[in-house]
């Protein structure tokens, strides 16, 4: 059982930046893929990032560029630093793990909310 905890959204001006932090408590932290999930109001929730135990990383087209996705095994920790940030990426970010071997994330944070806006 892994269970996840987000920090760090808010509100933010359109080319500002923000660190979201996702704390994960539980066994297995190191060997799970990590991701950042996305939802903005009507629309679909969608990818923005993982980073596999050997810590490749992923984007989707849409951050390429501005946001970089890290983490810190020794702290069970991962981020999500937010450059650029347009209005466009407004949304509930949520923090996610998932065990090899499944095809999905198991593990789901509460989400927090990133509101980008002059």
């Known amino acids: 059982q892994v269970q996840l905890v987000e920090s760090g959204g808010g509100l933010v001006q359109p080319g500002g930046s923000l660190r979201l932090s996702c704390a994960a408590s539980?066994?297995?932290?190191?060997?799970?893929?990590m991701g950042w999930y996305r939802q903005a109001p009507g629309k679909e929730r969608e990818l923005v990032a993982t980073?596999?135990?050997?810590?490749?990383?992923k984007y989707a087209d849409s951050v390429k560029g501005r946001f970089t996705i890290s983490k810190d095994n020794a702290k069970s920790t991962v981020y999500l630093q937010m450059n650029s940030l347009k209005p466009e990426d407004t949304a509930v970010y949520y923090c996610?793990?998932?065990?090899?071997?499944?095809?999905?994330?198991?593990?789901w944070g509460q989400g927090t909310q990133v509101t980008v806006s002059s």
């Open positions: 980073i596999s135990s050997g810590g490749s990383t």
């Open positions: 996610t793990a998932k065990p090899p071997g499944m095809s999905v994330p198991v593990y």
């Open positions: 539980g066994s297995g932290f190191s060997i799970n893929t």
